[in-house]
């Protein structure tokens, strides 16, 4: 290739996912995978593949982070290391589950804040694979940067819409997963469709108080990246999370229903990264608090539930 437009660390379906959109709009990529099974999916000669990831860092071109969170620390290592500059978009939603951190956070360490944006909404990778249209929301505090990731991927299948709330888009797509688990915890339990309307209200409420004390525009919790994320998430079984959570309802082990959904389920790891700011800034968030004592199984779903239906009686609004 003779010149590169953008690069992509990971290449799962997320990341291919990504790739599919920025090839529709004539981008130049390189992409780092860890294996070459990846190589069959490569039929534009826009697209290269390279299995050292230090090759991504050596080309000056923007990059799209495409990898789960746990991924970032290492990630943000060789980006320290290759001493990279570039623009950097992060599209994985979630809060690490060592120190409660965004991943916009995570990566801040090892370089400019003022290089970051986030990508978020609701967005499941088959639909963008299969050109179905989509809207998310690119978020920077830097324009530039904000600007130069919204015209490489917006086109008519995969709308952009800008912010500059970078905490309060990655927290609305951390909760989301959070709250898909308890959804399908609800569903698995065969609660029925008024206990889910609940949950999501009641889940976006929790999204809401923590967004405040982070300092989150309070739109941007009912936006795409926040209300619009959970909609989809909550509602349909091409979430992991909501599979998860079904898959527990019925009696699975937590380690077997990870396996048998065979992808990361965020959920997980955000529940122990929420856990962590619930307690430094003294919340209450009774949804969350359920979906992280299952999962860490000091509780089971059933008596979850029970526990949730005992609560006293309160206003709506506090």
């Known amino acids: 290739m003779s010149s590169i437009d953008v690069t992509i660390i990971g290449a799962g379906s997320w ?55 746990k991924s970032l620390h290492e990630i943000g290592s060789l980006i320290k290391k290759e001493n990279f500059n570039e623009p950097i978009i992060l599209t994985c939603k979630g809060i690490d589950s060592a120190s409660g951190e965004f991943p916009t956070q995570i990566i801040s360490n090892y370089t400019s804040n003022n290089n ?10 088959s639909e963008v694979l299969d050109d179905k249209p989509t809207a998310v929301t690119i978020a920077s505090k830097n324009k530039i940067v904000a600007k130069t990731f ?9 709308r952009v819409y800008a912010s500059e709330d970078v905490i309060g888009c990655q927290l609305g797509g951390a909760m989301k997963n959070i709250l898909s688990v308890a959804v399908g915890i609800s569903d698995g339990l065969g609660l029925g469709s008024n206990a889910k309307a609940a949950l999501i209200s009641r ?14 525009n309070s739109d941007t919790i009912y936006g795409l990246s ?3 994320d959970l ?9 992991r999370n909501r599979r998860f959570g079904i898959e527990i309802a019925q009696g699975s082990k937590i380690k077997d229903a990870e396996k048998k959904i065979g992808q990361v389920v965020e959920g997980i790891f955000a529940a122990r990264g929420l856990d962590i700011l619930m307690k430094k ?13 299952i999962i860490n199984e ?19 609004f506090v």
């Open 226 to 228: 926040g209300l619009g």
């Open 203 to 216: 889940g976006i409420l929790e999204m809401k108080i923590i967004g405040k004390i982070l300092g989150c």
């Open 231 to 239: 909609v989809l998430t909550a509602n349909d079984n091409l979430s």
């Open 298 to 316: 000091k509780v089971n779903p059933k008596d979850a539930v029970n526990d949730l239906l005992l609560r006293e009686q309160k206003s709506e």
């Open 150 to 158: 919204s015209e490489m991927f917006h086109n008519k299948f995969f």
């Open 116 to 125: 970051l944006a986030v990508l978020s909404g609701p967005s499941f990778a």
């Open 15 to 69: 990341g291919r996912a990504l790739a599919h959109n920025l090839l529709k709009n004539n981008k130049k990529i390189l992409m780092y995978s860890r294996s070459p099974m990846h190589q069959q999916y490569v039929e534009n000669t826009n697209i290269s593949l390279t299995d050292e990831v230090e090759n991504i860092f050596t080309c000056k071109a923007p990059c799209v982070i495409a990898t789960p969170v």
């Open 281 to 293: 800034y003294s919340l209450n968030l009774p949804i969350s608090s359920k979906v992280f004592d």
